[in-house]
């Protein structure tokens, strides 16, 4: 079993990494010609392959076999965010939240946000680095910076949708762990660090959005977005 994995997203039809894989392959690692590589395809598959010929912009694989593929996950962990000033704890909080497995980041504006725009390509190689590190099965998409509005307006209702929004209140709500139904797709807002307004408190309840506690700690936005991503995984499992 080759220890070194590799991200390519069509590998069954495009026998070849792109030129950022392929440098990390020739250059970094010094992988030679028939040395066995494993590729994820971001969509559930896990593939074994031999390289074939090695070169720093073009490495190309023969002997494609698939080791591992899952069609669809048991569940599905969609995370909103506000983002903070700060990008690099964003960063920070894509590439742990990508670790534990998550289906999708996305970014919005809200009242209290104290930023307006974000990095989304670098984002983006962040959670492909993530991935290869977790060997996780999925890559999530990274959704661009929204409107709040837009975004909430975006999501299609249905039965196996459980939405909800961390909140801070004066009157106790219960607990992530107490609200999680098992095998749902988890749709999860987590607000800017002067937390929503009154006003898109209001606009969630209308909509049937479940508020909810993450303890009597107050975290900060990126802590909150790991420890969602972690406590709807370790429930799971």
């Known amino acids: 079993m080759s220890k070194y994995v590799f991200f390519a997203p069509n590998p069954t039809s495009i026998a070849f990494l792109n030129e950022e894989e392929s440098f990390h392959a020739c250059r970094v690692l010094r992988l030679r010609n028939n040395d066995k ?15 074939d010929v090695i070169d720093a912009k073009k490495t190309s694989f023969i002997k494609l076999t698939l080791v591992e593929k899952q069609d669809k996950p048991p569940f599905q962990i969609h995370l909103f965010v506000a983002p903070t000033k700060q990008m690099e704890r964003m960063e920070w909080m894509v590439e742990k939240c990508c670790e534990f497995g ?26 492909i680095a993530a991935l290869k590190q977790s060997k996780n099965l999925f890559l999530p ?13 975006s999501i299609d209702l249905d039965s196996s949708i459980h939405i909800l929004f961390a909140h801070i209140s004066d ?19 987590i607000g800017p660090e002067g937390d929503f307004t009154n006003e898109e408190t209001t606009m969630f309840l209308a909509n049937n959005f479940t508020p909810f506690s993450l ?3 107050i975290l ?9 991503t972690h406590a709807i995984q370790f429930l799971h499992d």
Do not use: M, W
Not at 102 to 127: D, P, Q, V, W, Y
């Open 37 to 51: 590589i494993r590729i994820l395809d971001g969509v559930g598959g896990l593939y074994e392959a031999v390289i």
């Open 171 to 189: 009157q106790p709500v219960l607990t992530l762990g107490k609200l999680i139904k098992l095998n749902q797709s988890y749709f999860v807002f």
């Open 215 to 217: 303890g009597k700690a």
């Open 102 to 127: 998550i289906h999708r980041i996305g970014f919005f504006t809200s009242k209290n946000s104290e930023r307006k725009e974000i990095k989304l390509n670098r984002l983006e190689k962040i959670a």
């Open 220 to 228: 900060r936005t990126e802590t909150a977005c790991i420890a969602v």
């Open 141 to 153: 998409k990274i959704q661009a910076i929204a409107p709040l509005k837009q975004v909430v307006e």
